[in-house]
C-alpha cells in the first residue's frame, strides 16, 4: 500500500510537533509494510532538501494565498503516473494542499487529514477570539476577519470590526499583488471558508488529534461519521535516562519543556514561581533559543527572571535528548494559552511518571483530569499558588509520582490504527490494496 503524506512542514527540515508525528507515524507504518512517501509542500522561502524520500511540490506562503499556477499541472502528473498512491494523507491545510485534495478526488484516489492545529482553521492560528476567549473554530468571513486585524493592529474589537466591514467592500476589486494581504481580509477568508468546508466534506476520514477539535471539524462541514478521535502517542521506546527526581529530597524541580512562544504561557509561568518562596524550589525552562524572531520574547522572558538563581534557561536539544530532562523534574508545567493538540509533553511526561500541572487549554484534557491538576485561571497567581502548595507537599514528604492505570498509547499503537483506517477507505473505495511486495518494495 502506497501511502503519501501530505505536509508544509517537512520531518528533517523542521521540528516542530506535526513533523515528530509524521515522522514517528511513518517509522511505525514501515514495520507494518506500508510504503510511504512525503510530499512536502515548500514555499519559495523553505530551504532546499536532497532527500529521496521527499517528493517536493510549491505552495503559496501564506494558506489563504493563491496557490503558484504550476500546482495543479504537476500534481495532475503525479497522480496519473505509475508513482501515484493508494491514498493522500494530508497533515496541514491550505490552498495549496486542497489543490491536491481536488485533484486526487478527479483520479478516484482518496484521502484523509490529521487536524494537528488549529491554525488550519483559525486566521490567527490560536482558536482565541480576540486573543482570549476560546472560539467555535468556524471559518466565518467577517467574525474571523474582524479578529484578524484586531491582532494586527493590535486594537480594541470594534476597530477589527471597522476594518473587516471595509476589507469586504474595498477587497472585492484589490487586484492581486503586495497591498491584497492588507486590503482583501474578509473576500479571502470568505474564499479560504469555501475551501475548508469542500475539503473536509471530501475527506474520507477526518482524525481529530484533540478532544475539542471534534466540534471545530464538525463545524467547518467535516461530516460526523467520517470523525475519529485519535491522540497522538509517545514516541517508541521513549522512557527516562536516569531515576527521575521525583525521588529526590533535596531540590523540587519544576519543568517547562516546549518552544518558547507567546502562546505556551512561559512567561505566566516564570512569573508565577517568583511567588514560590521555597528556597528548595527549581525552574528549569527547556527550549531557550537564540533565533532572531524568538529574540523579543526570550528578552522578555530573562527580564521577568531577573536575578532570581533559582530560574534556569536550557537551550534547545533534539528529541533523543529529553528523556534526560524529563529524569530531573519533579512536575511539569504546561501554562499553555492557546489550544494544543496534547501537547505530547503532556503525553511523555505522565509516560515516565512525571506530574502534570496544566492550564485548561490541552487537547487531552480527560489524561489531566484523572492524572495531573488544572491551574485555572491560568495566571500567574493562581500559578504561584498551585506551586507553593506542590513545594509543601514535596517538603512534607507527600509528592508522589504518577500511577498510570493503563499506559500512554505509543506511536506504534497510532500506526496501527492508521493502518487499519488507509485499509477501510480504500476498501470502501473499491480500490484494490497494493502490498509492498507488489509494489516491488518501492
Same mark, same amino acid.
Given at each position: 500500500?502506497?501511502?503519501?503524506?501530505?505536509?508544509?512542514?517537512?520531518?528533517?527540515?523542521?521540528?516542530?510537533?506535526?513533523?515528530?508525528?509524521?515522522?514517528?507515524?511513518?517509522?511505525?507504518?514501515?514495520?507494518?509494510?506500508?510504503?510511504?512517501?512525503?510530499?512536502?509542500?515548500?514555499?519559495?522561502?523553505?530551504?532546499?532538501?536532497?532527500?529521496?524520500?521527499?517528493?517536493?511540490?510549491?505552495?503559496?506562503?501564506?494558506?489563504?494565498?493563491?496557490?503558484?499556477?504550476?500546482?495543479?499541472?504537476?500534481?495532475?502528473?503525479?497522480?496519473?503516473?505509475?508513482?501515484?498512491?493508494?491514498?493522500?494523507?494530508?497533515?496541514?491545510?491550505?490552498?495549496?494542499?486542497?489543490?491536491?485534495?481536488?485533484?486526487?478526488?478527479?483520479?478516484?484516489?482518496?484521502?484523509?487529514?490529521?487536524?494537528?492545529?488549529? /491554525?488550519?482553521?483559525? =486566521?490567527? #492560528? &490560536?482558536? $482565541?477570539?480576540?486573543?482570549?476567549? +476560546?472560539?467555535? !473554530?468556524?471559518?466565518? @468571513?467577517?467574525?474571523?476577519?474582524?479578529?484578524?486585524?484586531?491582532?494586527?493592529?493590535?486594537?480594541?474589537?470594534?476597530?477589527?470590526?471597522?476594518?473587516?466591514?471595509?476589507?469586504?467592500?474595498?477587497?472585492?476589486?484589490?487586484?492581486?499583488?503586495?497591498?491584497?494581504?492588507?486590503?482583501?481580509?474578509?473576500?479571502?477568508?470568505?474564499?479560504?471558508?469555501?475551501?475548508?468546508?469542500?475539503?473536509?466534506?471530501?475527506?474520507?476520514?477526518?482524525?481529530?488529534?484533540?478532544?475539542?477539535?471534534?466540534?471545530?471539524?464538525? /463545524?467547518?462541514?467535516? =461530516?460526523? #461519521? &467520517?470523525? $475519529?478521535?485519535?491522540?497522538?502517542? +509517545?514516541?517508541? !521506546?521513549?522512557?527516562? @535516562?536516569?531515576?527521575?527526581?521525583?525521588?529526590?529530597?533535596?531540590?523540587?524541580?519544576?519543568?517547562?519543556?516546549?518552544?518558547?512562544?507567546?502562546?505556551?504561557?512561559?512567561?505566566?509561568?516564570?512569573?508565577?514561581?517568583?511567588?514560590?518562596?521555597?528556597?528548595?524550589?527549581?525552574?528549569?525552562?527547556?527550549?531557550?533559543?537564540?533565533?532572531?524572531?524568538?529574540?523579543?520574547?526570550?528578552?522578555?522572558?530573562?527580564?521577568?527572571?531577573?536575578?532570581?538563581?533559582?530560574?534556569?534557561?536550557?537551550?534547545?536539544?533534539?528529541?533523543?535528548?529529553?528523556?534526560?530532562?524529563?529524569?530531573?523534574?519533579?512536575?511539569?508545567?504546561?501554562?499553555?494559552?492557546?489550544?494544543?493538540?496534547?501537547?505530547?509533553?503532556?503525553?511523555?511526561?505522565?509516560?515516565?511518571?512525571?506530574?502534570?500541572?496544566?492550564?485548561?487549554?490541552?487537547?487531552?484534557?480527560?489524561?489531566?483530569?484523572?492524572?495531573?491538576?488544572?491551574?485555572?485561571?491560568?495566571?500567574?497567581?493562581?500559578?504561584?499558588?498551585?506551586?507553593?502548595?506542590?513545594?509543601?507537599?514535596?517538603?512534607?514528604?507527600?509528592?508522589?509520582?504518577?500511577?498510570?492505570?493503563?499506559?500512554?498509547?505509543?506511536?506504534?499503537?497510532?500506526?496501527?490504527?492508521?493502518?487499519?483506517?488507509?485499509?477501510?477507505?480504500?476498501?470502501?473505495?473499491?480500490?484494490?490494496?497494493?502490498?509492498?511486495?507488489?509494489?516491488?518494495?518501492?
Amino acid at each position: 500500500m502506497k501511502i503519501a503524506h501530505i505536509t508544509a512542514y517537512c520531518p528533517g527540515v523542521s521540528t516542530g510537533g506535526t513533523e515528530r508525528y509524521i515522522s514517528d507515524l511513518i517509522t511505525g507504518l514501515e514495520r507494518r509494510g506500508v510504503d510511504n512517501r512525503v510530499v512536502w509542500l515548500a514555499s519559495p522561502f523553505d530551504p532546499p532538501t536532497e532527500r529521496a524520500s521527499i517528493m517536493r511540490l510549491p505552495r503559496a506562503p501564506m494558506r489563504v494565498d493563491d496557490p503558484p499556477p504550476e500546482l495543479a499541472a504537476r500534481t495532475r502528473e503525479w497522480l496519473q503516473s505509475l508513482d501515484r498512491p493508494d491514498l493522500l494523507h494530508f497533515h496541514t491545510l491550505g490552498r495549496s494542499e486542497a489543490v491536491l485534495a481536488t485533484a486526487a478526488g478527479a483520479n478516484a484516489i482518496p484521502y484523509v487529514f490529521t487536524f494537528h492545529s488549529p /491554525a488550519w482553521t483559525c =486566521r490567527r #492560528e &490560536t482558536l $482565541l477570539r480576540w486573543g482570549g476567549a +476560546v472560539c467555535d !473554530g468556524e471559518v466565518r @468571513a467577517l467574525r474571523c476577519a474582524a479578529c484578524k486585524v484586531q491582532e494586527r493592529l493590535e486594537s480594541p474589537p470594534w476597530i477589527g470590526w471597522l476594518g473587516a466591514l471595509a476589507s469586504a467592500v474595498a477587497g472585492p476589486v484589490v487586484p492581486p499583488g503586495p497591498w491584497r494581504r492588507r486590503l482583501a481580509f474578509t473576500p479571502d477568508t470568505a474564499r479560504y471558508r469555501r475551501v475548508v468546508r469542500s475539503f473536509l466534506a471530501a475527506c474520507a476520514r477526518s482524525i481529530a488529534c484533540a478532544e475539542w477539535s471534534i466540534p471545530v471539524l464538525t /463545524a467547518n462541514g467535516a =461530516r460526523p #461519521e &467520517t470523525i $475519529l478521535h485519535m491522540p497522538q502517542g +509517545v514516541p517508541e !521506546g521513549f522512557a527516562p @535516562a536516569t531515576v527521575s527526581a521525583n525521588n529526590n529530597r533535596e531540590v523540587f524541580v519544576v519543568g517547562y519543556i516546549g518552544r518558547m512562544h507567546e502562546v505556551k504561557g512561559v512567561h505566566i509561568l516564570i512569573e508565577g514561581f517568583r511567588h514560590v518562596r521555597s528556597p528548595r524550589a527549581r525552574l528549569r525552562v527547556h527550549g531557550w533559543s537564540d533565533a532572531p524572531e524568538l529574540r523579543s520574547y526570550g528578552e522578555r522572558l530573562k527580564r521577568l527572571a531577573g536575578d532570581d538563581p533559582r530560574i534556569e534557561f536550557v537551550p534547545e536539544q533534539p528529541p533523543a535528548s529529553m528523556p534526560a530532562a524529563y529524569a530531573q523534574l519533579s512536575l511539569l508545567a504546561i501554562p499553555s494559552v492557546w489550544l494544543e493538540t496534547g501537547p505530547l509533553t503532556l503525553l511523555e511526561a505522565l509516560h515516565v511518571g512525571v506530574p502534570v500541572y496544566a492550564s485548561a487549554r490541552m487537547g487531552q484534557r480527560s489524561l489531566l483530569d484523572r492524572y495531573g491538576r488544572l491551574v485555572d485561571p491560568n495566571t500567574p497567581a493562581a500559578w504561584g499558588a498551585a506551586l507553593t502548595q506542590a513545594c509543601e507537599m514535596f517538603e512534607r514528604g507527600e509528592w508522589k509520582p504518577v500511577e498510570l492505570q493503563e499506559p500512554i498509547p505509543s506511536m506504534s499503537t497510532v500506526a496501527a490504527r492508521m493502518d487499519d483506517v488507509y485499509r477501510e477507505v480504500c476498501s470502501a473505495t473499491m480500490r484494490p490494496v497494493r502490498s509492498s511486495a507488489a509494489d516491488g518494495g518501492a
